[in-house]
């Protein structure tokens, strides 16, 4: 049985930081791009991929709304995904989920069909 489970959510104050983790078990970790995603609240808000990386860790994919910001990345001998979110933002606040990535292209990457988390709450208070 697959499971994926995030941590490391919560309450941040604008320009300050907070890490996620993802562990994932029951698949083989190191054979998937991995990404993370986020849906804000309010009506109408889609959940949007805002960094995926490869399965060796030496390609990466940010949304230009993080980039400069958040780094991904894994420890595939752990089985564990990070994202470090620096200079957080009012507007980064959402659920914030890990997935195996289905599809990657060129400014894009989506884990419809893939294995997910139930997420984890980020709040940026101003």
């Known amino acids: 049985q697959v499971q994926v489970v995030e941590s490391g959510g919560g309450l941040a104050q604008a320009e300050g930081s907070l890490r996620l983790s993802c562990t994932v078990s029951g698949l083989p970790f190191s054979d998937y791009s991995m990404g993370w995603f986020r849906q804000a609240p309010g009506p109408g808000k889609e959940r949007e991929g805002i960094?995926?990386?490869?399965?060796?860790?030496?390609?990466?994919y940010y949304a230009d709304s993080v980039k400069g910001r958040f780094t991904i990345s894994r420890d595939n001998h752990k089985n564990m995904l990070y994202l470090q979110m620096n200079n957080l933002k009012p507007e980064d606040t959402a659920i914030y989920y890990c997935?195996?990535?289905?599809?990657?292209?060129?400014?894009?990457?989506?884990?419809?069909?893939?294995?997910w988390g139930q997420g984890t709450q980020v709040t940026v208070s101003s």
């Open positions: 960094s995926c990386i490869s399965w060796s860790g030496g390609s990466t």
């Open positions: 997935a195996t990535v289905t599809e990657w292209r060129y400014g894009y990457c989506s884990a419809g069909g893939g294995y």
